[in-house]
């Protein structure tokens, strides 16, 4: 620190000793045996030496270091932040598959179970379908039997009354005593 102090007078009376080689008529100001470039010498060197007894330089740099310290914690922060990010459109993004592959899981068996029920309803309607056929031919028959019945029933009537009527025209007593007797001798 002295020699630093010592270094600057020195430049200062040089300056001063060149001034006054150069200078033709006119004397520079002085106090104390120094210009005023010798006191601006001197207290630059003074506030240099009170910097460094003080520690100055190294509050700078340690001011710088927590800066760059926070600037790392800040970029470590926005690290950490990105990283999370991605996990988070990676989880995202695996979710929105997950759901698109169960939607298509979704379609695939509805679209199976509509086939079902379709198959299902065929099947119902051409049973149906059989059923109805048969009550149908079956109610035919039973109308059919029926009819003959009927028919039959209308058959034996007329032929009953035609019976009727011809033994009546036919058969008096004399004709019944024959028949009789021809029964009992046939006995």
């Known amino acids: 620190m002295a020699n630093l102090l010592a270094l600057a007078v020195t430049a200062a009376a040089e ?81 929105i598959a997950g759901a698109e592959k169960e939607a298509a899981e979704m379609l695939a068996h509805a679209q199976h179970e509509a086939q079902a029920i379709v198959a299902r309803a065929e099947a119902d309607t051409t049973d149906l379908i059989a059923r109805r056929e048969r009550m149908a031919e079956d109610k035919i028959a039973a109308a059919e039997r029926g009819a003959v019945a009927e028919l039959r029933a209308k058959a034996a009537e007329a032929a009953t009354s035609a019976a009727r009527g011809l033994i009546a025209a036919n058969h008096d007593a004399k004709a019944d005593k024959a028949l009789v007797d021809g029964a009992i001798a046939g006995l």
Request: charged share 25%; no cysteine.
């Open 15 to 95: 300056h001063g000793a060149a001034a006054g080689e150069h200078g033709g008529g006119h004397a520079e100001p002085a106090a104390l045996g120094l210009t005023p470039g010798m006191w601006v010498a001197l207290s630059m060197a003074l506030l240099i030496a009170i910097m460094v007894w003080k520690k100055v330089p190294a509050l700078i740099a340690s001011g710088l270091d927590s800066g760059i310290a926070e600037i790392r914690k800040q970029l470590d922060e926005a690290k950490a932040l990105r990283a999370e990010a991605e996990a988070l459109r990676k989880e995202y993004a695996d979710k």
